[in-house]
């Protein structure tokens, strides 16, 4: 068992728990739960059916009355039709700002249910029950939550601190080959933009059997990484921008290609090898660094290649970045393995990242 605390400045602090099998063990956090009259699990279909009958009994026990919303699996959910319909729900189960809502589920569940729960009412208490690799090791973590619109990807968010995250490596058993290659893209990131030597482990495993026996630890590392980034940057002034690693081509390929073709991680993936193909060149990155991206990208299975995309459309996409201020765009580059660094670049110079 790993526990973090996360702390920033202007919100309350919370803990992230890293337990095998806690999921059994919800019953007992009742100091976490007692707190609350309803808690709302908010969760999707795929995972409902694996999880949600334990959840809700261990929720139950541990004091509050639980609701369940259960909404259709995928990225086409993160969007504001959806975002209504669980406003409604919220509406009918008579929830008020002394009740919470329970993310359990991937990134898109993590995401969309603590928009909800940053938005309704002006803002009620958020717990983090994250079932995917992705959103162990990152989205849950940090307060980041919104949903996508059609020209593009997160454009309508908040910062919203949960009250805990709660992981359970266990809930990896179930999660299908691909939703652990797309967690492992930004695994690899938090080695690429913080940790050479969590680099080298992920390029060292020869066996599946070895990274999965590892996972614990590496799920904690990359938490652990993100938590200090988040309590030195929480609004994404500075530091945080790291996090973005990869994500500025990555956002563009997720959009374009209508977040059908390519999963986040995936598109991550290239956006972290091309945009160091670029700083190679320009000298700001070490030679070997984008070998090193390219060698361990393919191990996972990850693509590494930028799709073919008309410029005008890559153009459209990529202007409505968030991370553009007035005609500058603030990008993550790696000096080396292990060490980031933001390089403000202008919009012409952020086409010539697709070329
Ligand atoms: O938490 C962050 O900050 C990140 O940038 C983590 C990213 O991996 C994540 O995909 C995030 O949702 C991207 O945020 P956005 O602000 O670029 O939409
Ligand atoms: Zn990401």
């Given at each position: 068992m790993k526990e973090l605390i996360c702390k920033t400045e202007n919100t309350h602090q919370y803990p992230i728990i890293i337990e095998k099998g806690i999921k059994g063990r919800l019953s007992q956090m009742k100091a976490l739960f007692s707190q609350y009259h309803k808690v709302v699990i908010i969760t999707d279909k795929n995972v409902a059916k694996e999880y949600l009958g334990e959840v809700e009994r261990q929720v139950r026990q541990a004091g509050p009355k639980v609701y369940s919303i259960v909404i259709p699996p995928g990225?086409?959910?993160?969007?504001l039709t959806q975002t209504a319909e669980i406003y409604n729900e919220l509406i009918k189960c008579n929830i008020t700002r002394s009740d919470a809502i329970l993310t359990l589920g991937g990134g898109v569940v993590g995401d969309l249910g603590g928009f909800c729960a940053a938005t309704y009412l002006r803002g009620i208490d958020l717990i983090q029950v994250p079932t995917s690799l992705l959103a162990q090791v990152d989205?849950?973590?940090?307060?980041k939550v919104g949903i996508d619109l059609d020209y593009g990807k997160n454009l309508v968010g908040a910062f919203h601190q949960p009250r805990a995250v709660i992981i359970d490596?266990?809930?990896?058993?179930?999660?299908?080959d691909h939703y652990m290659i797309d967690g492992m893209a930004e695994v690899i990131k938090y080695g690429c933009i913080s940790s050479a030597p969590l680099f080298v482990k992920l390029m060292g495993y020869a066996y599946y059997e070895d990274l999965v026996e590892d996972m614990e630890e590496i799920i904690a590392k990359c938490c652990q990484i993100k938590r200090d980034v988040v309590q030195t940057d929480e609004h994404e002034q500075g530091l945080r921008r790291i996090l973005n690693f990869g994500h500025t081509i990555g956002h563009v390929v997720e959009t374009y290609f209508k977040?059908?073709?390519?999963?986040h991680g995936e598109a991550v993936a290239i956006g972290m090898a091309q945009i160091t193909k670029k700083t190679v060149a320009e000298g700001i990155?070490?030679?070997d660094t984008y070998d090193n991206i390219i060698e361990i990208l393919e191990n996972y299975g990850l693509p590494t290649e930028l799709p073919k995309m008309p410029l005008d459309k890559v153009q459209e996409i990529l202007f409505t970045d968030k991370k553009f201020e007035n005609d500058s765009l603030y990008i993550c580059a790696l000096e080396k393995i292990g060490k980031a660094q933001i390089v403000k670049i202008q919009k012409p110079q952020a086409i010539e990242l697709f070329r």
């Open positions: 990225e086409a959910s993160k969007c989205s849950s973590v940090g307060g490596p266990l809930f990896l058993e179930t999660l299908e977040f059908k073709k390519y999963s990155s070490q030679k």
